[in-house]
């Protein structure tokens, strides 16, 4: 807004519309307002309401943390969090939250020689847990591998909630994600 002797005027506005979560109170819709040519307001979170469009959509897990946002007009963003809840790990572009899975075992793996961080899954063969399975269409999957002394990237394949990687002693950085996502 920009004051004009007594006189308010909007020019543009960011507002953001609380929700209560999971017994939280967390942001919900951030909505802005962008105007033409500037409109006199004496409230103007209020009265002009209806100028204000909704940009972004929140959406939040059992600890508030933002799981996902959804643009207006535009695709899905999800996040994962790990250490506990406490840290980002991963975003994905263009997938929702019950459409990815991943780990990179950091807090039930095995200490050593990780792909990324300090743990790993020690064997060939891991199940995602049927909790943490995802649901969706067409969804793909990659993965890194311990075999011959060096760890190696399973490109692309179509998802299976088992990995069974003959001749693999470790697994590490499981993903999966819709096709076409951006992880």
């Keep these: 807004t920009k004051q004009v002797g007594d006189r308010q005027f909007l020019l543009a506005g960011i507002r953001t519309d609380y929700q209560k979560e999971y017994d939280l109170l967390l942001p919900h819709k951030i909505q802005g307002a962008f105007l033409s040519e500037p409109m006199e307001v004496s409230d103007p979170f209020v009265a002009v309401r209806p100028y204000y469009d909704t940009r972004l959509v929140l959406n939040h897990d059992e600890e508030g943390n933002i799981n996902s946002h959804m643009p207006e007009e535009g695709k899905p963003t ?8 406490m840290h980002p790990i991963a975003q994905v572009d263009n997938a929702l ?3 990815i899975f991943h780990t990179s075992f950091e807090e039930t793996g095995v200490v050593g020689v990780a792909h990324t961080g300090i743990r790993f899954f020690s064997g060939s063969s891991y199940t995602i847990p049927m909790t943490e399975r995802p649901t969706g269409t067409d969804l793909v999957m990659t993965y890194w591998y311990y075999q011959e002394g060096r760890w190696q990237l399973q490109t692309e394949v179509p ?25």
Aim: hydrophobic residues 30%.
């Design 159 to 183: 998802y299976q909630s088992t990995i069974n990687h003959p001749g693999a002693s470790r697994l590490d950085e499981i993903r999966v994600y819709p096709r076409g996502a951006l992880v």
């Design 78 to 85: 999800a996040y994962v969090w790990g250490y506990q809840g």
């Design 97 to 99: 939250p019950s459409e």
